[in-house]
């Protein structure tokens, strides 16, 4: 058997901790650049898709809205090969969001601690169903924040992700160098 050896005091204080060294990070990955005609791509189909949902907020006069949107749309133009930017997490990271934080604030009303618990929740749900979404993080929190009622899930949310999901869809794959989606569900 192991017996275990007892540190000196230099030797404690000069350890690396493993938690600290977890934090040091890696290397950077390398950055490919694009082709100009993919960074058109992007801002054609960021413009399009967000002056919709512009459309949108104003008809449901939900002001905070369009933040939640532009970050979803940094990720399905900007980003569209990465795992969180897919169909599956776009809608389903927004609407499983603004269930839960709907429900907080019809269960619990507007708190600080409703605020978090909402956005916490959104993010437990979104990893149990596989579709974590940075942005249903700020669904959830604009949900309590803004006092919304169940409607809200569907429209605005609802349809303001699916619009953005079509639009990258249609303009995505104008390039020959993109696929989108990479998959729906």
């Given amino acids: 058997m192991?017996?275990?050896?007892?540190?000196?005091?230099?030797?404690?204080?000069?350890?690396?901790d493993p938690y600290l060294l977890k934090m040091r990070g890696g290397n950077r990955p390398r950055f490919q650049r694009a082709h100009y005609t993919d960074y058109l791509v992007t801002a054609l189909g960021s413009f399009v898709g967000l002056a919709l949902v512009a459309i949108i907020n104003y008809i449901y006069n939900v002001p905070l809205l369009a933040p939640s949107f532009g970050a979803t749309a940094v990720?399905?133009?900007?980003?569209?090969?990465a795992p969180m930017s897919q169909p599956r997490n776009v809608v389903g990271g927004h609407l499983i969001s603004a269930i839960t934080g709907v429900s907080v604030y019809q269960a619990f009303g507007l708190?600080?601690?409703?605020?978090?618990?909402?956005v916490s929740l959104a993010i437990l749900f979104m990893s149990l169903t596989y579709?974590?979404?940075p942005p249903g993080g700020a669904t959830a929190f604009i949900a309590v924040y803004t006092e919304q009622s169940f409607s809200f899930v569907l429209s605005p949310?609802?349809?303001?992700?699916?619009?953005?999901v079509a639009v990258a869809v249609i303009v995505n794959n104008i390039s020959s160098q993109r696929k989108y989606p990479e998959f729906w569900f």
Avoid at 75 to 81: D, E, K, P
Avoid at 111 to 118: D, E, P, V, Y
């Fill in 111 to 118: 708190h600080w601690w409703t605020i978090a618990l909402g």
């Fill in 75 to 81: 990720l399905v133009y900007g980003a569209c090969h």
């Fill in 2 to 16: 192991e017996t275990l050896k007892k540190l000196t005091v230099e030797e404690e204080v000069t350890r690396p």
């Fill in 157 to 164: 949310i609802g349809l303001g992700a699916l619009v953005l």
């Fill in 131 to 133: 579709t974590l979404h």
